[in-house]
Every structure is written in C-alpha cells, then in structure tokens.
T-cell receptor, first 116, second 113 residues
Framework: DVKVTQSSRYLVKRTGEKVFLECVQD?????MFWYRQDPGLGLRLIYFSYDVKMKEKGDIPEGYSVSREKKERFSLILESASTNQTSMYLCASSLTLPGQGVDTQYFGPGTRLTVL | AQTVTQSQPEMSVQEAETVTLSCTYDTSESDYYLFWYKQPPSRQMILVIRQEAYKQQNATENRFSVNFQKAAKSFSLKISDSQLGDAAMYFCAYRFRDDKIIFGKGTRLHILP
C-alpha cells in the first residue's frame, strides 16, 4: 500500500513564525502536491512537483514556498505565517503512467495548522 | 478554464438506502479523467472511483458506481446500500492529461441509522 505521511497532525504557530510542513511518501512516486482545505472552498492546490528539484505553482502559491531535495520528501514552507494561513494542509503523491499522464493521487492524513 | 461544481453541500440518507451525489464540470477537452474522493471525519482522503472520459462504460466499485454523461458534462456518484462508514465528505475531481487535478467544493454525506 502507498503510504504518505505528514510530520504533524496538529500544529499551532504564532504570526510571523517560519513554518515547515513535511511530507514523505514511500512508493517512489515522481509527483507530489500540496493542497490546503478550507470549509466551503474544497481543496486548492498550492504547489506541486513532478521531479526532484522541480516545482510548479498551483492556484494559490502566495505566501508559500516548497522544497524537494529528495524524491520521497516534499516540504511546504510558510516564510512568515499569517492568521489567514490557518487551514488543513494535505499532501499527495502519484505516479506518472506512460501514455496516461499523472495517475491517481494518494493523500496524507493532513496537518491542521493554526496561526495565532 | 476547467471547473468542477458540486451543487449539494450536504446530504443525508437512511442506512441501507441509495443516494446519488451530483457533480458537473466544464471543459473543452475530450480526453480527461474524473474522480470521486472520500474523506471520512478526521481521516485520510482516499480514492473511491475513477472514470476515463474515453470509456463509455460507467465505472463501478462494489457499492459505488457512477453515471457519466459526457455530453452533459455530468459525473454523479451512486452509493447503494448505504452504510454508517460511508459518512464522509465526498469530492468530485477532474484532471486533463498531465495537468493538475481540480476539485469541487465537496458534499458532506450523513448516514442516518
């Protein structure tokens, strides 16, 4: 079974702090994604990566950055946390299937971040 | 731009009954993928069912099936013999080839014992 883990289930930080959210997958997937989930807004893509050292902006990248130094690990960074970044953050990973593109995404358990 | 719309923010169904969750999408493409994901309370999001647009046959996974109407751009999820464990938030999602997945806003499904 694919396993996607996230470093914390719950996190409380103060405004202005630098926050690191870590995601690790154990199935050698090329593609990794960071979403935030807010009530009434569904899932919104923040950043994604199709390979090590590669990153692409999603729909709402402002205020975030990412790092992918190793294939299995994809980090989301909040350089200076703000209260409007209080949210549930979901990490996902997937394979790329030859001729079919990006395969089904497998999600981590999520990190509920509160910024005070 | 592609969009995914789930018009029912919440639904309830009696245990053992059948329920249908609606999803419509907007795209100009002909080759794409559609998904239903389930997110139980405080638990991980998992894939329920997947449909390739080029396939005419509706996908089925045990008690879960879809009604894929390509011309109408409709992709509804039917859950038969509803069980308490089906209570969750359900997300409809769309993906075009190598592009990113676009999710709907979700439908919260309650199962009444």
């Amino acid at each position: 079974d694919v396993k996607v883990t996230q470093s914390s289930r719950y996190l409380v930080k103060r405004t202005g702090e630098k926050v690191f959210l870590e995601c690790v997958q154990d199935m050698d997937h090329e593609n990794m994604f960071w979403y935030r989930q807010d009530p009434g807004l569904g899932l919104r893509l923040i950043y994604f990566s199709y390979d090590v050292k590669m990153k692409e902006k999603g729909d709402i990248p402002e205020g975030y950055s990412v790092s992918r130094e190793k294939k299995e690990r994809f980090s989301l960074i909040l350089e200076s946390a703000s209260t409007n970044q209080t949210s549930m953050y979901l990490c996902a990973s997937s394979l790329t299937l030859p001729g079919q593109g990006v395969d089904t995404q497998y999600f981590g358990p999520g990190t509920r971040l509160t910024v005070l | 731009a592609q969009t995914v719309t789930q018009s029912q923010p919440e639904m309830s169904v009696q245990e053992a009954e059948t329920v249908t969750l609606s999803c419509t999408y907007d795209t100009s493409e002909s080759d794409y993928y559609l998904f239903w994901y389930k997110q139980p309370p405080s638990r991980q999001m998992i894939l329920v069912i997947r449909q390739e647009a080029y396939k005419q046959q509706n996908a089925t996974e045990n008690r879960f099936s879809v009604n894929f109407q390509k011309a109408a751009k409709s992709f509804s999820l039917k859950i038969s013999d509803s069980q308490l464990g089906d209570a969750a938030m359900y997300f409809c999602a769309y993906r075009f080839r190598d592009d990113k997945i676009i999710f709907g806003k979700g439908t919260r499904l309650h199962i009444l014992p």
